[in-house]
């Protein structure tokens, strides 16, 4: 999987938010925000592909959580990401 082009994480008021960058991602019914993890973990893979094991290794080498753990976050997190559509 891969994120898709044309949105960017940015730092807002101390959120992370996913932004559109381009009139055909923008549809401001629906904001994309994340906590300190998920931004991590978006601008670690931003412009790569990536699977769910990829974002477990990256969590479990920087917190402390079990891969088991990690997995389950990762799996609710890449849900709301294709919710949102910002995943190929």
């Known amino acids: 999987m891969r994120i898709k082009d044309g949105f960017t994480l940015r730092e807002l008021c101390g959120e992370h938010v996913v932004i559109g ?28 592909d990536f699977t769910l094991e990829d974002l477990v290794k990256l969590l479990t080498d920087r917190y402390e959580v079990t891969a088991e753990v990690a997995m389950e ?16």
């Not at 976050?73 to 190929?88: F, I, P, T, Y």
């Open 21 to 48: 960058e381009g009139l055909s991602q923008v549809n401001f019914n629906k904001i994309l925000s994340m906590n300190d993890s998920a931004g991590y973990l978006w601008k670690e893979v931003q412009g790569k």
């Open 73 to 88: 976050d990762v799996k609710r997190m890449v849900s709301v990401w294709q919710e949102h559509g910002v995943l190929e």
